[in-house]
């Protein structure tokens, strides 16, 4: 799954992992929120998640919340 910024460009990369669960590192959700890479996320904040199914076919979009 590729982790968007507020300015539409990827921040990095997750792993889903079940239907409603995907595992990235604590900088790449900072990069997206546009916070410094070492800051703590909050958990209220959001994030949007693009998944890319297969070449030719349309991709998913998603806002994903944090979990603590």
Do not use: W, Y
Not at 7 to 13: K, S, T, Y
Not at 21 to 32: G, P
């Amino acid at each position: 799954a590729a982790i968007f910024g507020c300015d539409h460009e990827i921040a990095g990369m997750g792993v889903l992992v079940d239907c409603q669960h995907v595992i990235t590192c604590a900088h790449v959700v900072n990069l997206a929120l546009g916070r410094a890479t070492d800051e703590k996320p909050s958990p209220d904040a959001a994030i949007r998640v693009r998944f890319v199914i297969a070449s030719g076919e349309p991709e998913l979009s998603a806002v994903a919340q944090l979990a603590a």
